[in-house]
Structure formats: C-alpha cells, structure tokens
C-alpha cells in the first residue's frame, strides 16, 4: 500500500487505482468514506474519525479535583489567549473562541486539523464562581475553581466491606 492509499481523497481530486492494483474492497472502502464525509460535512464537522471530529469533541478538556480546587484544563494547540474567551454563568463554564485557518486556499493540500469557532459548556456544581482564575501556557487553558464550604461539608466518605 502507497502513502496515497492512505489519504481519504474526495470529490474531483479522487485518484484511480491502477489496473494492476485494483482491490474493489479498497475501492469500496474509500467510496463509503467519501459517503460518510458527505454526509457529516452538514454537521459542522469534517468526518468521522476521532482526528477529525471537529466540533463535536473539541477542545479535549481534563477535570481533576482535590478537596479544595476544581480544575479544567483544555488543549488548545495554535491559539493564544486572545483566540479563547473564558465565561461562567448559572453553573455553567463556558469556553469558546476561534481557531483561523493558516493557508490562503491555493493549490491543493490535505488537513486533519480543526479550524473555525468552537464552544464546550462544562456545568459546575459546589465552587465559588467569583474567585475562578483562568491561565494559559504552552497551548493548554487551565481554569481553577475554589470549591464552596457548603460543597466541602457535604463530602462523607463511605468505608468499604469486604465479605
């Protein structure tokens, strides 16, 4: 299999196989591929395969949590702080922006990579919203959120039987 076989090629820019190579399940392959993408392209994003999922899981976020602190942190590669816009409303943190494409359009190329605007509401429940603070470094946002004293009174911890 060559490096072409491995690009999902769609459209006009569909490459014939040779006769010599000819396989009709490949072919078969990359036509329900392109079918796929077709039909998906409607929904924002620009496939099915987790590289390139667009909107429908991007950015990646990570929660972790100690006793006092809640922390998102979301990867976003490419952008600055200026790209993200960071909110918190009703218990809901809201992280959206833009990422803009680098290329001009000219001549032809391929991309995974996901450009345009995107938007994750993670609901928080138990923080004091008026004491977040958001960073960014080296492409990942990390928003810390102190937990409430109501939300740490009401944490038991259960012991675990054996039998």
């Known amino acids: 299999m060559g490096f072409r076989d491995l690009i999902p090629w769609s459209g006009k820019q569909e490459l014939a196989p040779a006769r010599e190579n000819f396989?009709?399940?490949?072919t078969l392959h990359r036509e329900m591929n392109r079918l796929f993408d077709d039909v998906f392209r409607g929904f924002g994003g620009t496939g099915l395969s987790p590289l390139m999922e667009g909107r429908f899981g991007w950015p990646k976020v990570e929660l972790s949590e100690t006793?006092?602190?809640?922390?998102?942190?979301?990867?976003?590669?490419?952008?600055?702080?200026k790209d993200?816009?960071?909110?918190?409303?009703?218990?809901?943190?809201?992280?959206?922006?833009?990422?803009?494409?680098?290329?001009?359009?000219d001549g032809r190329y391929f991309t995974e990579r996901f450009y345009g605007a995107f938007e994750r509401q993670i609901?928080?429940?138990?923080?004091?919203?008026?004491?977040?603070?958001?960073?960014?470094?080296?492409?990942?946002?990390?928003?810390?959120?102190?937990?409430?004293?109501?939300?740490?009174e009401g944490v038991k911890r259960i012991a675990i039987n054996t039998h």
């Not at 396989?23 to 490949?26: A, R």
């Not at 809640?70 to 990867?75: I, K, P, Q």
């Open 23 to 26: 396989d009709p399940f490949l």
């Open 67 to 81: 006793d006092k602190t809640l922390t998102v942190s979301a990867e976003l590669p490419g952008l600055t702080e």
């Open 84 to 105: 993200v816009q960071v909110e918190i409303a009703n218990g809901v943190l809201t992280l959206r922006g833009e990422k803009k494409a680098e290329r001009d359009g």
């Open 123 to 152: 609901p928080l429940e138990g923080v004091e919203e008026d004491k977040a603070e958001a960073s960014f470094r080296n492409g990942v946002l990390t928003v810390s959120l102190p937990k409430s004293e109501k939300a740490r």
